[in-house]
């Protein structure tokens, strides 16, 4: 994420933040630009796949109109900083159910199965495949190439809803996200929206207390920091 203007900044210069939550956020300050870029990663890339939901993750995806790597599902944004606060409340939509109507659902679906047919059908799919089943002997089901068309169409459309909910809880989850932000802002401005809008959002499989703290942990020290945001209640 800050690979292109980095040249220009040292390691101390990126802040590391951790929400109560799990949420992490890097934050470089740069005063040369006019605007703020943000990036969400949301750790539910393919080496997330699992042997019995093999092409949900990238389904859940294509729902959700992420860009889907290996490793995470990503979205990113440049922004004025007065849009700042707009952007950062569509990203809090991601840890969401999805919500689609079944029409949608079936279009991509159907849109899926396709894809993974002639990928399968293919000359590239069928030497990736070749490859990936040697290379990655143990899971092939994490590759690109380990979508089965059957492993979907063979769901129905309730089944199909259950397992996009099921991904939704474990994966799309702040203790499983990181949130990057470079540009034309101050750390305090940063914290503080960061906190309304993500502070609260809860993990599904953790218990969260009430209040709201921000741990920094600067690039070369090993003192952790916590900051107390109070609130009124």
Partial sequence: FFAIRLFAF??????NYT????????????????TIRTELNILAGLSQQ??????????????AELELTPDCVKTEDITSPNQLENTLIKYTNYFKELSVSDTKLNKEVSSLKKYASDFTTSITGFINAAIDSR??????????????PLSISTKST??????L??????????QNALLYVSGNITEKELLTLVQKYFGNIKNTSEK??????????????????KFVLTHDD
């Fill in 19 to 34: 929400l109560e939550n799990g949420l992490k956020i890097f934050f470089l300050k740069d005063t040369t630009t006019a």
């Fill in 50 to 63: 699992e042997k019995d939901s093999v092409g949900f993750i990238q389904l859940y995806a294509r729902l």
């Fill in 165 to 174: 909910n099921s991904i939704t809880k474990k994966y799309y989850t702040p």
């Fill in 208 to 225: 969260q207390n009430n209040s709201n703290i921000i741990t920094n942990t600067n690039a070369n020290e090993q003192k952790i920091q």
């Fill in 135 to 148: 290379i990655f002997s143990e899971s092939p089901w994490k590759q690109e190439s380990g979508i089965n």
């Fill in 158 to 163: 309730s089944e199909i809803r259950s397992i």
């Fill in 10 to 15: 040292t390691e101390e210069d990126i802040k």
